[in-house]
């Protein structure tokens, strides 16, 4: 994470505040497919795949359940993912003809866009409130479409991208590595969890059964190694229930799976397909290295997706420093 910092001209480590950036608000810049090789060259794409790298090398065969360390700043995410959740219970699903796409959504995503920025600043420390416009913009773009009322991966990869501007600004650190993930990302998943069930919110963009899942990614990656040289559960082993029951509270995978399969009915193999497909493959370490891959070329490199990705001074368009 800190590893990523080249963009800023400065490799900091303890030093905070770490360097001083031109704060400015993220704005789109690929408006059309050709600008999509602009992305793949640029600091924001380099800066971004670092982070789920090291991210990924960092929960490599640990459990949800290890210890590790939780710092005041991951306490703080906590508690700003803690309003998030209550603001739904305070705005309960509305009578409506469509069964899909609940309007009372749009009540919840507009208390959010009004204090994203004052949710950010008490995250962030005090010699650094000067980030949180920008970085607020990423935290509303990582729940969710309210026009649409869908959400998909590229709302996924935006949460992804708050993290890594809170790594950047020197909020978060290298030794909050598992606390990201276990603490952080894992409630912001189950607040996704929640927004998708009682909104009834649509997959953006789902491949239907031919995608991975249709509303994240990220689990798949990092769940995965999490198992890699597990002396029991192999990728065989997720599509039994028995396994998933006992095991989901350890680990990130199998939890995903677990909600997979709350929310569809029928065989697993016919409403995911491709997850079944990877049942067959022999270890998670190829697992884990399948999915990288795939993500790469299901998001990352999808016009549709990164069309969205909104960039500024933290992740930035400019492409990489020879």
Known sequence: MAETEQSSGSSHEDDMPPVSFNFMLPKKEISMVPDMGKWK????????MGFILTLNEGVKGKKLTCEYQVSETVEKLLAMLATLDRWIDETPPVDQPSRFGNKAYRTWYAKLDQEAEALVTAVLPSERHDAA?????????????????DYGTGHEAAFAAFLCCLCKVGALRIEDQ????????DTYLQVMHKLQKTYRMEPAGSQGVWGLDDFQFLPFIWGSSQLI???TLEPKH??????????HQDYMFLE????????KTGPFAEHSNQLWNISAVPSW???????????????LEKFPVIQHFKFGSLLSIQPVKP
């Open 41 to 48: 060259r640029s600091q924001a794409y380099a800066d971004y």
């Open 133 to 149: 416009p920008e970085i607020a913009v990423y935290l509303k773009e990582a729940v969710g479409n309210s026009t649409r009322i």
């Open 178 to 185: 598992l606390a990201i993930i276990f603490k952080v990302f």
């Open 229 to 231: 040289d597990h002396p």
């Open 238 to 247: 997720f599509v039994e229930e028995k396994v998933v029951n006992e095991y």
């Open 256 to 263: 995903s799976i677990k909600f997979i399969n709350e929310m």
């Open 285 to 299: 370490s190829k697992v884990n290295q399948g999915l990288i891959r795939m993500y790469k070329a299901e998001c």
